[in-house]
């Protein structure tokens, strides 16, 4: 059994700033990839960023510059730093892994329960 649980959403100003965090947990034997990705009200689930076991990342255009993602290997935890942050950015924000939970196992992609992160004024 793996779970991903995200934490750290919550209503902020335009301008302001949020940090979020997901934790793995469970029968893991090997992450590869974690992301979040964020889905607003009448649109569909999109990327907004990745990280690979080799601390590569990639960004949405629409959060370049403000986002960071990073991740704890020794935690199974994956976070990401929202600044600048926009009314546009308002949707449920979800976590994923690509992990294997054996050695023999095939790659599988997991998903928190998601977040709310709301920017208004």
């Known amino acids: 059994q793996v779970q991903l649980v995200e934490s750290g959403g919550g209503l902020v100003q335009p301008g302001g700033s949020l940090r979020l965090s997901c934790a793995t947990s469970g029968s893991i034997f090997s992450i590869y990839s974690m992301g979040w990705y964020r889905q607003a009200p009448g649109k569909q689930r999109e990327s907004v960023a990745s990280i690979s076991s080799g601390i590569t990342t990639a960004y949405a255009d629409s959060v370049k510059g403000r986002f960071t993602i990073s991740r704890d290997n020794a935690k199974n935890t994956v976070y990401l730093q929202m600044n600048s942050l926009k009314p546009e950015d308002t949707a449920v924000y979800y976590c994923?892994?690509?992990?294997?939970?054996?050695?023999?196992?095939?790659?599988?992609?997991?998903w928190g329960q998601g977040t709310q992160v709301t920017v208004s004024s």
């Open positions: 994923n892994a690509n992990l294997r939970t054996g050695w023999n196992t095939a790659w599988e992609t997991f």
